[in-house]
T-cell receptor, first 110, second 115 residues
Framework: RKEVEQDPGPFNVPEGATVAFNCTYS??????FFWYRQDCRKEPKLLMS???SGNEDGRFTAQLNRASQYISLLIRDSKLSDSATYLC???????????FGAGTRLFVKA | GAVVSQHPSWVICKSGTSVKIECRSL??????MFWYRQFPKQSLMLMAT?????????EQGVEKDKFLINHASLTLSTLTVTSAHPEDSSFYIC???????????FGQGTRLTVV
């Protein structure tokens, strides 16, 4: 089993749709959690951190359930520019040793 | 955010030669540098973790004699792919973090093609 597992993609959605990505992690000692976005042939960019209380940044909402070892990302009112691969990232702890999920590809179409 | 400069951005080399990739933290001191590789349509895979002034810690399955990592200063880490072969062709990317940072900052990545 992979340490971080994500929904298989790709997700194909129309503009304006709401889309949700899920992620599970196996290491219960994991300490911090992130969603990154990666455009084709580019480096990953931090989208948002994920907190236990849940957090929102504009159209993006992230949730963390430590008991279930589950992380989610909700994108509302999808834009064409949201098309990218979304990576669930888990920090094992101590120096930001980050483990990436395989990524979920999102295509937003007009 | 902080900047990590990685170069070269792409390199083509002959099989059997060695390639060095550099990552420099431009506006922070990278106490820890992580090296990843990403094969097409696959996830970023952590290769090794290096702390400044210490030997790198390699992930299982990564050959430390083939992928030489040097992190001799707080602003520079290098990855040398020795005796490269076509199967080493991949996207290599570093990320650095410092004591005061709350996230890791990525270099731009290096696309290595071994012919």
């Amino acid at each position: 089993r992979k340490e971080v597992e994500q929904d298989p993609g790709p997700f194909n959605v129309p503009e304006g749709a709401t889309v949700a990505f899920n992620c599970t992690y196996s290491n219960s000692a994991s300490q911090s959690f992130f969603w990154y976005r990666q455009d084709c042939r580019k480096e990953p960019k931090l989208l948002m951190s994920v907190y236990s209380s849940g957090n929102e940044d504009g159209r993006f909402t992230a949730q963390l359930n430590r008991a279930s070892q589950y992380i989610s990302l909700l994108i509302r009112d999808s834009k064409l520019s949201d098309s990218a691969t979304y990576l669930c990232v888990v920090n094992r702890g101590g120096g930001f040793k980050t483990i990436f999920g395989a990524g979920t590809r999102l295509f937003v179409k007009a | 955010g902080a900047v990590v400069s990685q170069h070269p951005s792409w390199v083509i080399c002959k099989s059997g030669t060695s390639v060095k990739i550099e990552c420099r933290s431009l506006d922070f001191q990278a106490t820890t540098m992580f090296w990843y590789r990403q094969f097409p349509k696959q996830s970023l895979m952590l290769m090794a973790t290096s702390n400044e002034g210490s030997k790198a810690t390699y992930e299982q399955g990564v050959e430390k004699d083939k992928f030489l990592i040097n992190h001799a200063s707080l602003t520079l880490s290098t990855l040398t792919v020795t005796s490269a072969h076509p199967e080493d062709s991949s996207f290599y990317i570093c990320s650095g973090t410092g004591i005061m940072n709350t996230e890791a900052f990525f270099g731009q990545g290096t696309r290595l093609t071994v012919v």
